[in-house]
Nanobody
Framework: QVQLVESGGGLVQPGGSLRLACAAS????????MGWYRQAPGKERELVAT???????NYATSVKGRFTISRDNAKNTVYLQMNGLKPEDTAVYYC?????????WGQGTQVTVSS
């Protein structure tokens, strides 16, 4: 089992920044990818960004150039730096990790972008 605990959500004005963090614990040695998904009210959950154990990253088109995903292997933590936030970024953000045959999700953290 892998446990994921997110932090860093909140309310921010348009154009502002937030940094999300996700700390992993448990059977983490076999995790090959971590990342973030989000789900807005009435919409399906969608990919935001992922990062592999080797550091390769992937971003949704809508966040490229604004969001940056990174990881600290020593702390077993993945981060999502979100700059230039827009109202359409409002959603619950979920941390995600995977090892062969298993997916794991955090409990979610709310991000609200509003003036």
């Amino acid at each position: 089992q892998v446990q994921l605990v997110e932090s860093g959500g909140g309310l921010v004005q348009p154009g502002g920044s937030l940094r999300l963090a996700c700390a992993a614990s448990g059977n983490i040695f076999s995790i090959y990818v971590m990342g973030w998904y989000r789900q807005a009210p009435g919409k399906e959950r969608e990919l935001v960004a992922t990062i592999t154990r080797g550091g390769s990253t992937n971003y949704a088109t809508s966040v490229k150039g604004r969001f940056t995903i990174s990881r600290d292997n020593a702390k077993n933590t993945v981060y999502l730096q979100m700059n230039g936030l827009k109202p359409e970024d409002t959603a619950v953000y979920y941390c995600y990790s995977a090892r062969v045959g298993y997916d794991y999700w955090g409990q979610g953290t709310q991000v609200t972008v509003s003036s």
